[in-house]
T-cell receptor
């Protein structure tokens, strides 16, 4: 069974640009979450989607957005990139029960903003 | 109230030792406490998780101890091996929030 797939693995962008990251969840999983991981702030929750609906959102500026498609694949977008957006962006999926537990993480996309 | 405090920041043990990583929380509404292991260049992988109605849970060499009254939980790794060298994260979640609050991580090194 394939795991959570994130593309691309590495990305270098210039300040002010925008970026789109992609996540394919485990087959059958309907919930997708996104986290930002940095050495200074650790793992921080960005947002969670289930059946194309955002059910929760973390404390990030509006430059960070996401969406989920009908096949459960998800994308997140960061507009007007800042140097501080450099981080490992992790996607996680779960079957999507009401409890919201049991997330499996992908290997992440390493974003570097220069 | 949403924080999860994790200690120590780093830990070095000899092969066969029992490293213990501790986490504490404030919000009593948390009802799910997973531990994740992360190797360099990889995403976190779920090791073991516990609910507050259980005081201890074992899976292989990994044991979670949970103290509901103290609002603390800890991870014990029995017979630790060099391959266990990784960063460990505790987390907490509330039913229906669909998000984890992670601790700051513990970098474990097991010496051969």
């Amino acid at each position: 069974k394939a795991g959570v797939t994130q593309t691309p693995r590495y990305l270098i962008k210039t300040r002010g640009q925008q970026v789109t990251l992609s996540c394919s969840p485990i087959s059958g999983h309907r919930s997708v979450s996104w986290y930002q991981q940095t050495p200074g702030q650790g793992l921080q929750f960005l947002f969670e989607y289930f059946s194309e609906t955002q059910r929760n959102k973390g404390n990030f500026p509006g430059r960070f957005s996401g969406r989920q498609f009908s096949n459960s694949r998800s994308e997140m977008n960061v507009s007007t990139l800042e140097l501080g957006d450099s981080a490992l962006y992790l996607c996680a999926s779960s079957p999507g029960g009401l409890q919201g537990f049991g997330y499996t993480f992908g290997s992440g996309t390493r974003l570097t903003v220069v | 109230q949403q924080q999860v405090k994790q200690s120590p920041q780093s830990l070095i043990v000899q092969k066969g030792g029992i490293p213990i990583i501790n986490c504490a929380y404030e919000n009593t509404a948390f009802d799910y406490f997973p531990w994740y292991q992360q190797f360099p260049g990889k995403g976190p992988a779920l090791l073991i998780a516990i609910r507050p109605d259980v005081s201890e849970k074992k899976e292989g060499r990994f044991t979670i101890s949970f103290n509901k009254s103290a609002k603390q939980f800890s991870l014990h790794i029995m017979d630790s091996q060099p391959g266990d060298s990784a960063t460990y994260f505790c987390a907490a979640s509330m039913t229906g929030t669909y998000k984890y609050i992670f601790g700051t991580g513990t970098r474990l090194k097991v010496l051969a």
